[in-house]
């Protein structure tokens, strides 16, 4: 049986890291990716680059048929939480109409395996911290509620159609390729440590600080980052288990701790030596004060070790790619 790997989005941010990843040792890997927002520049030279939509479902079959995919990792979508929340109707259109029809293409091919990238904005803002897979989810932003909709899809298809799944929930995915092949590049990136990067570049003026008045100890938003190349590791184990026959589970993917925005202030003044230029600005519509994960379910089941576990490696990272990408 061929062991060849469908990575679609493979040309975004998470993604590439991840399609580096299987390629470094050694894996044979198909991106589909339509390029709205993703680089191809990006994309391992190893990797068959397709450019294309998850929805074709024409062209899905035909590269699962031709190169012989027995397993499939979703990262494409959209991601951008107040974005989802001024479009909803394209955010479900994305997320969820689109991997619905992907699901269908690659259960009709013949795919038994699929990892799908998920989010931990899915579980209740009062839901115990740190949170475990099992807390309760009551998504607020249209994205959130997009990607948990597609869980449940792909909960039911694993039921109906034998489709082995892992679900990931990220949590902050942050910080570039160590080597510097790839790293966050969407032009209008909204992330904390993609925009104090840019600031700390005299590419931005300044820094929001998007609400100081939240019930967290300094008042603003506590998140759990995680360097992405710890993410882009954890895919290749959660792979390696369908592969050798794994249940379908659902999986937390984030350090355990969490990390103010005032914090992240302060590690990038560390990381540069320089202040930081910050304004203090209104809440952002859609985002929950605190989320810190529990990741001791995929620790315990898939030996995951976090090695970038640090948010100066995680900042110095972001900067140096943010030094070298330059458009
Ligand atoms: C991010 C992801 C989302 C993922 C979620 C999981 C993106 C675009 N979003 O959302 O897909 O599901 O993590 O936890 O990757 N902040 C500022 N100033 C800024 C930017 C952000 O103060 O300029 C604050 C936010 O209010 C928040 C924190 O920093 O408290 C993190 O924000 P951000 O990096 O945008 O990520 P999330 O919205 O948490």
């Not at 989010?119 to 309760?136: C, G, N, R």
């Not at 109906?160 to 995915?173: D, K, Q, S």
């Not at 184990?237 to 969490?258: E, F, K, P, Q």
Request: charged share 20%; net charge neutral; hydrophobic share 40%.
């Amino acid at each position: 049986m061929s062991n060849v790997v469908l990575v679609t989005g493979g040309a975004g941010y998470i993604g590439s890291h991840t399609v580096y990843a299987l390629l470094d040792r050694g894996d044979r890997v198909v991106v589909l990716d339509n390029l709205s927002t993703g680089v191809k520049a990006q994309v391992g030279k190893d990797a068959i680059f397709v450019q294309g939509d998850v929805a074709d479902a024409g062209l899905v079959k035909k590269i699962v048929a031709e190169h012989g995919v027995d397993a499939v990792i979703h990262f494409a979508g959209s991601i951008v939480v107040p974005e989802s929340v001024r479009d909803p109707l394209a955010y479900y259109d994305n997320n969820v109409v689109k991997t619905r029809s992907l699901m269908q293409a690659v259960v009709e091919a013949g795919v038994k395996q699929f990892i799908f990238s998920s989010t931990a904005t899915v579980y209740a803002s009062d839901a115990p911290q740190p949170l475990a897979e099992a807390a309760a989810k009551s998504p607020i932003s249209p994205y959130a509620r997009s990607k948990l909709m597609a869980e449940w899809m792909l909960e039911d298809a694993g039921h109906a159609y034998g489709l082995r799944h892992m679900v990931l929930r990220y949590f902050n995915v942050a910080g570039a390729d160590p080597k510097g092949r790839t790293g966050q590049s969407s032009p209008n990136a909204t992330h904390l440590i993609k925009r104090a990067a840019m600031v700390a570049l005299g590419r931005l003026p300044q820094l929001d600080i998007f609400g100081t008045d939240y019930p967290t100890p300094d008042g603003t938003g506590v998140r759990d980052y995680i360097h992405v190349t710890d993410l882009a590791a954890a895919h290749l184990l959660a792979l390696d288990a369908l592969r050798g026959g794994a249940a379908s589970v659902t999986y937390n993917c984030g350090y355990g701790r969490g990390m103010s925005v005032r914090e992240v202030v302060r590690g990038v003044e560390k990381v540069t030596g320089k202040p930081l230029p910050v304004r203090i600005s209104d809440r952002r519509a859609g985002d929950p004060p605190t989320l810190i994960s529990d990741p001791s379910r995929i620790k315990a089941a898939l030996g995951w070790k976090p090695a970038h576990d640090g948010i100066e490696e995680i900042i110095a990272s972001a900067i140096a790619w943010e030094q070298r990408f330059n458009r």
